[in-house]
């Protein structure tokens, strides 16, 4: 199947600093790519879309100004979380979606990226 | 999106074949159904995906019937590294649009 990266895999920082994480689709281009996060014990939630040359969709509840999305490219896809806090660690994954061959396309998550905000 | 409906939690023993159910009552006609393995502090991995009857690939096989209002996926000859957590998930496969995970099936393994 199609492989999505994530950068870094994990990052630790200091409360009230910015933290970027890059998500790629390594073999195959993406107009579009999803941002989840996931809590402890928890399932993930769809936190926005990502949408190459445009603007993102947040969900409701998803604040825009503290998490800076851009889709620069048809492989790459940004997350900057604003002046983190401690609430805001949490172990965020990305996906794209690639046409598997079928009618239909397959969505396949990156490794996800471990932020920890002290 | 239609919602999905999963076993919590289900037990297995090496060697044994496993079966997790799905219920999905509101599936569109559009709607694909995919499964996905989850492990501690990783991203979901594709398992398999469906729209009606078997699919079957070299890690899974995706039972649905006529109805389509619920799947079941088996896992043949289970091992210790399959304890994980499963999600059913429905969705029209349509670029734009992302899959919504529900609680998922943690899957324990024991030997």
């Known amino acids: 199947g199609a492989v999505v990266s994530q950068h870094p895999s994990r990052v630790i920082c200091k409360s009230g600093t910015s933290v970027k994480i890059e998500c790629r689709s390594l073999?195959?281009?993406?107009?579009?790519m999803f941002w989840y996060r996931q809590f402890p014990k928890q399932s993930l939630m769809l936190m926005a879309t990502?949408?190459?040359?445009?603007?993102?969709?947040?969900e409701q509840g998803v604040e825009k100004d503290k998490f800076l999305i851009n889709h620069a490219s048809l492989t790459l896809s940004t997350l900057t979380v604003t002046s983190a806090h401690p609430e805001d660690s949490s172990f965020y994954i990305c996906?794209?979606?690639?046409?598997?061959?079928?009618?239909?396309?397959?969505?396949?998550f990156g490794p996800g990226t471990r932020l920890t905000v002290l | 999106l239609a919602k999905t409906t999963q076993p919590i939690s289900m037990d297995s023993y090496e060697g044994q074949e496993v079966n997790i159910t799905c219920s999905h009552n509101?599936?569109?006609?559009?709607?694909?159904i995919t499964w996905y393995q989850q492990f501690p502090s990783q991203g979901p991995r594709f398992i398999i995906q469906?729209?009606?009857t078997k699919v079957t690939n070299e890690v899974a096989s995706l039972f649905i019937p006529a109805d389509r209002k619920s799947s079941t996926l088996s896992l043949p000859r289970v091992s210790l590294s399959d304890t994980a957590v499963y999600y059913c998930?429905?969705?029209?496969?349509?670029?734009?649009?992302?899959?919504?995970f529900g609680k998922g099936t943690t899957l324990s393994v024991s030997s």
């Open positions: 996906s794209a979606r690639d046409r598997n061959g079928d009618y239909t396309d397959t969505q396949y």
């Open positions: 073999d195959f281009q993406a107009t579009t």
């Open positions: 509101n599936i569109a006609t559009n709607d694909y």
């Open positions: 990502s949408n190459e040359g445009s603007k993102a969709t947040y």
């Open positions: 469906g729209y009606k």
């Open positions: 998930l429905v969705g029209d496969g349509q670029a734009g649009t992302a899959l919504i």
